[in-house]
C-alpha cells in the first residue's frame, strides 16, 4: 500500500529547471496559486515574469476547473441519497488534497506536478 501511495505522489520534479533566485522571490505567489482564482495572481505580479510562479498558476489552473467540475458533479451526486453524499465528499477531500500537495510544494521550493490531474495542460508555464 505504501508503494502505492509513494508511486501515486512520484510526479515529475521539474525544480532543476528553475532560477533558485526566482524560486526565493516567488515563493508566496506560488504558493497562493493553488487557492482558488488566486492562481491568476503569479500572472500579475511583477508583469508575470517568473516562470516559477507561472508553473504553479499553471498547476493552480488545473486544479481550479478540477474544482468546477467536483462541484458539477457534486451536484450531481447529491441527488443519490446517502451515496451521493460519500462520493460528494470524498471528492471534495481529494480537492483539497491536492490543494495542500501543491502549496506545500511552492512553499518548499519544488516545482512538481500535481498528481493525477497536473500534467494535463499548459498554458502559463510555457
Do not use: C, E
Amino acid at each position: 500500500m505504501s508503494n502505492d501511495f509513494n508511486d501515486f505522489m512520484n510526479t515529475p520534479d521539474d525544480t532543476g529547471m528553475y532560477d533558485t533566485q526566482d524560486i526565493q522571490t516567488n515563493k508566496v505567489w506560488a504558493a497562493l496559486s493553488y487557492v482558488g482564482i488566486l492562481f491568476i495572481l503569479p500572472l500579475l505580479v511583477n508583469g508575470g515574469q517568473s516562470r516559477y510562479a507561472k508553473y504553479h498558476a499553471n498547476q493552480g489552473f488545473i486544479l481550479f476547473l478540477a474544482n468546477i467540475v467536483v462541484g458539477i458533479a457534486s451536484a450531481i451526486l447529491g441527488k443519490i441519497p446517502v451515496l451521493g453524499a460519500v462520493l460528494s465528499a470524498l471528492l471534495s477531500l481529494a480537492s483539497l488534497a491536492l490543494m495542500i500537495i501543491g502549496i506545500i510544494n511552492a512553499a518548499n521550493g519544488k516545482a512538481k506536478q500535481l498528481p493525477l490531474i497536473g500534467g494535463l495542460f499548459h498554458v502559463f508555464d510555457k
